[in-house]
């Protein structure tokens, strides 16, 4: 496995949710509102990953089902780490930022983390490369 090939993704994958995010606040929030917008937003964002993790899963090299989760891993602690981080650069209280992963509260995030978590092996799987469990 290639970690820096597994972090250039990842870098590839902010941008793409940062231009994503940019557009959902420019286009979609007014039409509809923040809320329903960030929820609309993580089925998109779901999606936008998927794609590029399909495209770049053998250009990583990830040979097993356990690299594989842990790629997976290395993407959401790292997005994790831009998400809070951005936030609180644009002033956001940390309950405003948690508000996003509270289910209750119509936050889906926490399905959107989780679906990265697994996305180097749904990717992997897709593309048709076998991941021995080691």
Same mark, same amino acid.
């Given at each position: ?39 609309? @937003?993580?089925?998109? $964002?779901?999606? *936008?990953?998927? =794609?590029?993790?399909?495209?770049? #899963?053998?250009?990583? /090299? +990830? ?23 951005? @936030?609180?650069?644009? $002033?956001?209280? *940390?309950?405003? =930022?948690?508000?996003?992963?509270? #289910?209750?509260?119509? /936050? +889906? ?26």
């Amino acid at each position: 496995m290639n970690w820096k090939r597994a972090i250039s993704v990842w870098f590839l994958i902010a941008f793409a949710e940062s231009v994503h995010g940019t557009l959902r606040r420019l286009f979609l929030v007014p039409q509809i509102g923040e809320k329903l917008s960030h929820q609309i @937003g993580v089925f998109i $964002g779901s999606a *936008l990953i998927f =794609i590029i993790a399909w495209l770049c #899963i053998r250009w990583i /090299g +990830l040979g097993s089902y356990r690299q594989q989760l842990q790629v997976g891993a290395l993407w959401v602690v790292l997005t994790l780490i831009f998400e809070f981080s951005l @936030g609180f650069l644009f $002033g956001y209280s *940390l309950d405003r =930022i948690l508000s996003d992963y509270n #289910i209750a509260e119509g /936050g +889906l995030m926490l399905f959107g983390v989780l679906f990265m978590f697994f996305v180097p092996a749904l990717a992997a799987r897709v593309r048709g490369m076998s991941g021995n469990f080691s």
